[in-house]
């Protein structure tokens, strides 16, 4: 399973971003596909994780309103739309593919990437 996350960048509270995370096709069948985080001195989150059937199964009470997830059969990707963000959204966020529908227990991993969002 490869995983390969983009879209990571330096924005201001209140703007937006969006990330990108390209599968490969084995990940796509019966995995839940998901986003992590991890700030600085915390341990990693969960963030937002759907289903292989396209159903979100787990969404942080921290973005609740403000993030969402979507993943495209046809491009093979999993997206997460950051809207209103906030400096403690501050993270290099990872995403994730498992057989768990809310990504519990063994996971694979993509690379980090970093999103600053400045006051």
């Known amino acids: 399973v490869q995983l390969q996350a983009s879209g990571g960048g330096l924005v201001q509270a209140g703007e937006s971003l969006r990330l990108s995370c390209a599968a490969s096709e084995r990940a796509l069948k019966g995995y839940a596909l998901g986003w992590f985080r991890q700030a600085p001195g915390k341990e990693r989150e969960p963030v937002m994780a759907i289903s292989w ?50 990504l519990k227990g063994r996971n694979y991993w993509g690379q980090g990437t970093l999103v600053t969002v400045s006051s």
């Open 53 to 102: 059937r396209g159903s979100v199964t787990y969404i942080a009470e921290s973005v609740k309103g403000r993030f969402t997830i979507e993943r495209d059969f046809a491009k093979n990707t999993v997206s997460l739309q950051m809207n209103s963000l906030k400096p403690e959204d501050t993270a290099v966020y990872y995403c994730a593919a498992g057989a768990s529908p809310i």
